[in-house]
C-alpha cells in the first residue's frame, strides 16, 4: 500500500508497581513507575530500528551485546540526565 513502517525500542529496568485498577464493572491490568516511564521516553527518542537501554539495563546484559554511547539524554520527567546506549547487536 506504499507504507514504510518502522520502529524504535526503548529499554528500562528496575522496580515498578504492578496490579489491578478499575472499579467493580471495569477492570484492567497496569504497571506504573519511573522505569516504565524512563522505557517509554527511550522509546519516543529511539530512531527506526534503534534500540535505546539505560545504563542498568546495560550494565545486566553487556556480555551478550555490542552497544556504544548515545550520550546522557534530557528525558521527560526526569531531574538529571539519562546515561543511554545503543544496542547494534547480540555477541557470541
Known amino acids: 500500500?506504499?507504507?514504510?513502517?518502522g520502529f524504535g525500542i526503548g529499554i528500562s529496568s528496575g522496580y515498578a508497581t504492578a496490579g489491578v485498577i478499575g472499579f467493580e464493572q471495569r477492570q484492567d491490568y497496569a504497571v506504573i513507575g519511573t522505569?516504565?516511564?524512563m522505557a517509554a521516553r527511550l522509546v519516543g527518542a529511539a530512531a527506526d530500528g534503534q534500540i535505546l537501554v539505560a545504563e542498568r539495563v546495560l550494565t545486566a546484559v553487556e556480555s551478550f551485546v555490542e552497544a556504544e554511547p548515545v550520550g546522557e539524554l534530557a528525558l521527560k520527567g526526569f531531574r538529571r540526565p539519562v546515561a543511554t546506549y545503543n544496542v547494534m547487536r547480540l555477541t557470541a
Open 1 to 5: 500500500m506504499g507504507f514504510d513502517l
Open 35 to 37: 522505569v516504565t516511564n
